[in-house]
């Protein structure tokens, strides 16, 4: 089921050209979307409407989800979901409290300080997916980084189902139990849209006001939207098709091997699902049990695509030195080591989104239960971004005290500066401090 790329005998080859990846053009994508974004720019909850009724099949009567909704979907979630809702959340909430930096305060002279603080983004707009299946988590993943940065101000826009007019009752959900209860019934381009420049609704507290950040995953249409209002609002980045790439030894397991590929190749027909190995006969083991597996799971049209495409594939190395280049040169969203010594494997990789190691830590629990954050680079931009985390939702601000002496001290320096770069007022500006 998996095509083979054979890099074996080639340790000298440049490997990202060679490895499969989900071919994206979200350039096209923002061609299309350009004009949408505009009209909900300059039309709003008019835009906003005609392209919901385009595109999701319903008719907006309001924007915002009343809050009778939000309470009546916390009553009827189910106790399992209510209880592993909770559970991932606090789990997640006990990671990201752990990374939110502390303040710094570094005396440069004496007399002079710079001190690092870190400061919340006031307003955020998180975008829950909808499409071939339903994201609760993903509000979990968003919501909580976002409320231990101490974000002001939450609002959620997610698809609305054409059988309710609302987003998904387990989204919806969601947001009750983390205490979120501004949510729009907005998806794709147009929520994005709606986020960076606000927009009215039927009456004032239906209106949704722009907000500083946007985050959350999406489609290639969500992803150009974010593209276009990039610099009118921050982003967190552009997500694209889920990746899951395994390195393996003849140690590995096939049938957990097998099951992981299978498990992100679930998501969408684009997904990605690679495994790198030295040894043959794993691969053939896996081809083996994907036939069985793909063909006993629920949504085996949308697998086979996905593990059939252009985007998957075995690649074939010489020995785990040469696999640890290939997942670094592919930088994969989720990165799972099942190898002999997977923990020593697992600190030689530098580039990846997040890293599961050993038989035991699947990238499924670091969808839902880990602890760790979902939202992850795509596409290989690993290799110079992060997942979302609590620095997500902060900005670094640097605030400069210096007393006179220190001012004076410094004076030379500056004016020497100034000078060399033609820029004497610069200097001026120091010296006009003490006098003629």
């Known amino acids: 089921m998996l095509h083979r790329i054979d890099l074996r005998g080639r340790p000298d080859v440049d490997p990202r050209p060679l490895l499969p990846r989900a071919a994206v053009d979200v350039t096209a994508a923002v061609a299309q979307v350009r004009p949408l974004v505009e009209q909900v720019r300059t039309g709003g909850f008019a835009a906003i409407r005609q392209a919901t009724q385009r595109f999701d099949g319903v008719g907006l009567t309001r924007l915002r989800v009343p809050a009778e909704h939000l309470a009546a979907a916390e009553r009827a979630l189910p106790s399992q979901v209510r209880a592993a809702l909770r559970e991932c959340a606090d789990r997640a909430r006990r990671v990201h409290t752990s990374q939110r930096p502390d303040e710094v305060t570094t005396q440069v002279v004496a007399g002079g300080t710079v001190t690092q603080r870190w400061v919340p983004v006031d307003r955020v707009g998180l975008y829950v997916p909808g499409g071939l299946a339903t994201y609760p988590s993903t509000v979990v993943m968003n919501v909580v980084p976002a409320q231990v940065a101490g974000v002001r101000s939450l609002a959620v826009a997610s698809p609305p189902r054409k059988e309710t007019g609302l987003p998904d009752a387990r989204v919806l959900a969601a947001c009750a139990l983390l205490g979120v209860d501004e949510v729009y019934a907005v998806g794709g381009a147009q929520a994005v849209a709606m986020f960076a420049y606000g927009s009215d609704g039927v009456d004032e507290t239906d209106a949704c006001p722009p907000v500083d950040l946007v985050t959350g995953p999406g489609n290639v249409y969500v992803t150009a939207a974010k593209r276009l209002v990039r610099g009118v609002v921050g982003i967190d980045a552009e997500a694209g098709p889920t990746e899951i790439a395994i390195l393996a030894d003849d140690s590995a397991d096939p049938v957990h091997v097998a099951a992981d590929l299978v498990s992100q190749a679930e998501h969408d027909p684009l997904a990605a699902s690679v495994l790198v190995t030295p040894s043959p006969e794993l691969a053939d083991a896996v081809d083996a049990e994907l036939v069985r597996q793909v063909a006993a799971t629920k949504h085996t049209d949308r697998i086979t695509a996905a593990l059939s495409g252009p985007q998957s594939g075995t690649v074939l190395v010489d020995d785990l030195d040469a696999g640890v280049r290939v997942v670094d040169a592919y930088a994969a969203e989720h990165l799972e080591i099942q190898t002999r010594d997977a923990r020593r494997v697992a600190w030689r990789v530098r580039h990846a989104g997040a890293i599961f190691v050993g038989p035991y830590a699947p990238v499924s629990l670091g969808d839902y239960c880990a602890g760790s ?64």
Do not use: I, K
Request: one cysteine or more; charged letters at 20%.
């Open 373 to 436: 954050n979902h939202v992850l680079p795509t596409g290989g931009c690993a290799r110079h971004s992060s997942g979302l985390s609590v620095r997500t939702f902060l900005r670094g601000v640097q605030v400069v005290e210096y007393d006179r002496e220190a001012l004076r001290q410094a004076a030379p320096h500056v004016v020497a500066l100034a000078e060399a770069e033609d820029l004497p007022a610069h200097g001026q500006a120091v010296t006009a401090r003490f006098g003629p």
